[in-house]
């Protein structure tokens, strides 16, 4: 306990527990809508494009942030536009710029002269080295997408479900897509941060599908996901640091398991009921 | 208002998709309280007619005019086009049919209480608001998104094939409810069984790669031999078809 209480004393440690507060509230939004549309496979290329950002970032010598972010944005915009016009093999498209994304990464990186960025923290995460400034831009980032699922609650989820129908109702249905084409870019690669490249559809998947136990409604999915998320996500960063084993892989552990022990619970009660 | 005057009039439109036309010179005009059945084979191009009048799909050549202004268009899509595992409740889903084309952003925070309920009432889904519609039969689903086609009032409304999954009863009530929303508004009904709906129709359209229309709903297997019209007019008995005439 008292071991507990001096953690939490750490600015470090503070930053890890915001950062994953943050995350976890992103996280619970986006996938969401993620899961809903059945596009994690797109979120996965957005996810391994913004590598070539990165290594592009290092190379010019700036904030590797700057450039996963401009990367992430291009390739969401670019998968909802060939969607859009439905003339290529949408997959197809996203396993190339998917592949084409971390090639130029790593061409990047290996060009870079002297001093070669940890590969380990984008592709593994590394929560504990999270500083003032990322909190800013999480804390920025989780605002305006709180504010867009509120005012534009409705609009999203119409459009998410049935595009075409939306479009005969008038709403401006490329205008929502490529808004939320946007913030998918941003809360993966700010997601990137805690959980790394290879992790992180894990906290814009799991939470959810722990949620989708208990009901079918958009919003309380939202709000599910944010409660599992939340709760799995600071379990995680506890075990890791106790265990000390990496923060991102501990979080998955966690939140699956806790996936499935909702699930034999819910199996349980129902076979107890009838 | 000037009954005179159609309500939506698609003039000469060829339209189809990334080039290739599947409607070449296509005219039909829509007055109020027009009843039009609108037949033909699968791939004929009844769903593209009905999202060219919808604005969906722009013509290559052509054009769709709305001579008495804008109209308030209500859409029933064919139901394998609906994403069923999707996590939306009925009632969100009718209420998706609300806001208008003029000003979406109205219908951001519109209060719309007690307005799924009533519709859901009046189709014999009392109750069912908050389910899921993963969780409805097929023919309840449909109910939902005719729900949605007119939860709204619009003064035209395209219904493709409503009838699939709905089972002899409902499709009986989903006739006489069509005949009295015909009272106030148009309706374009997209159905493979023209024995069944020839009876509620006032004309019919057959749409195979055009559209020929035919200002009366009696067909013969003549009419639909010139039309080019390749539709069984073989139903399955009980319900009326008075207005078919079975050559040998
Ligand atoms: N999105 C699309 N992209 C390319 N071709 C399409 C698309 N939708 C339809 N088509 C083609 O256009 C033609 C007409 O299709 P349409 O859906 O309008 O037929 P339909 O009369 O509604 O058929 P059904 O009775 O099967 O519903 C078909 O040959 C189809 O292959
Ligand atoms: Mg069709």
Same mark, same amino acid.
């Given at each position: ?274 | 208002?000037?009954?005179?005057? &159609? #309500?939506?009039? *698609? ?6 998709? =990334? %080039?290739?036309?599947? $409607?070449?010179? !296509?005219? @039909?005009?829509?007055? &109020? #309280?027009?009843? *039009? ?6 791939? =004929? %191009?009844?769903?593209? $007619?009905?999202? !060219?009048? @919808? ?194």
């Amino acid at each position: 306990m008292e071991n507990l209480l001096e953690l939490f004393a750490h600015r470090f440690f503070q930053n890890a527990v915001w950062t994953i507060l943050l995350t976890s509230l992103l996280s619970a939004m986006i996938g969401t809508y993620i899961v809903s549309r059945k596009i994690v496979f797109i979120s996965g290329g957005i996810t391994h494009a913004s590598f070539g950002g990165i290594g592009l970032a290092y190379f010019l010598g700036i904030n590797p942030f700057l450039g996963a972010v401009v990367f992430a944005i291009t390739t969401a915009l670019g998968i909802e536009w060939i969607s859009s016009k439905g003339k290529i093999r949408e997959d197809s498209a996203i396993a190339i710029l998917w592949s084409l994304g971390m090639a130029l990464g790593i061409i990047f990186v290996f060009l870079t002269p002297g001093y070669t960025p940890n590969l380990m923290s984008f592709l593994f995460g590394s929560i504990l080295s999270v500083d003032r400034f990322d909190l800013w831009i999480l804390i920025a980032v989780v605002l305006l997408t709180a504010l867009l699922f509120i005012l534009l609650y409705r609009p999203i989820v119409y459009t998410a479900f049935d595009p075409e129908f939306s479009k005969t109702r008038g709403l401006p249905v490329s205008l929502i897509r490529n808004i939320m084409a946007i913030l998918m870019a941003l809360a993966i690669v700010l997601s990137i941060r805690v959980m790394g490249i290879i992790l992180v559809l894990s906290l814009f998947t799991i939470p959810q599908n722990t949620a989708l136990l208990f009901t079918n409604d958009f919003k309380r999915i939202v709000a599910g996901s944010i409660l599992w998320s939340i709760t799995g996500s600071l379990t995680g960063l506890l075990v890791a640091y106790f265990l000390n084993i990496p923060g991102g892989a501990a979080i998955i552990f966690v939140l699956t398991i806790q996936f499935f022990l909702v699930k034999v619970f819910l199996l349980l009660r129902s076979s107890k009921n009838r | 208002m000037d009954s005179k005057q &159609p #309500l939506a009039s *698609i003039k000469n439109v060829s339209v189809g998709y =990334g %080039g290739t036309p599947v $409607l070449t010179d !296509v005219n @039909l005009d829509i007055y &109020p #309280l027009d009843f *039009i059945g609108v037949i033909g084979p699968n791939g =004929g %191009g009844k769903t593209t $007619l009905s999202k !060219v009048l @919808l604005g969906i799909l722009k013509p290559y050549r052509g054009r769709v005019l709305f001579p008495s202004g804008r109209i308030n268009i209500g859409y029933l899509p064919q139901i394998s086009r609906i994403d069923r595992s999707f996590p939306i409740t009925v009632k969100e889903v009718i209420l998706s049919g609300v806001s208008s084309r003029r000003n979406w952003w109205k219908s951001l925070f519109t209060k719309t209480e007690g307005i799924a309920e009533k519709l859901l009432d009046e189709l014999g889904l009392e109750g069912y608001e908050d389910r899921a519609i993963g969780q409805l039969s097929g023919g309840q689903l449909q109910r939902v998104l005719l729900a949605r086609a007119i939860v709204n009032n619009p003064q035209l409304l395209i219904l493709d094939e409503p009838n699939t999954f709905v089972d002899r009863n409902f499709e009986a009530e989903l006739y006489k409810i069509l005949e009295r929303l015909n009272k106030r508004m148009s309706i374009v009904l997209i159905s493979h069984d023209i024995g069944t709906i020839s009876s509620i129709v006032k004309t019919i359209a057959c749409v195979n790669g055009t559209l020929h229309y035919h200002p009366s709903n009696e067909l013969t297997e003549e009419v639909l031999h010139i039309y080019n019209c390749p539709i069984d007019l073989i139903t399955h008995g009980e319900l009326p078809h008075r207005v078919l005439k079975q050559h040998s």
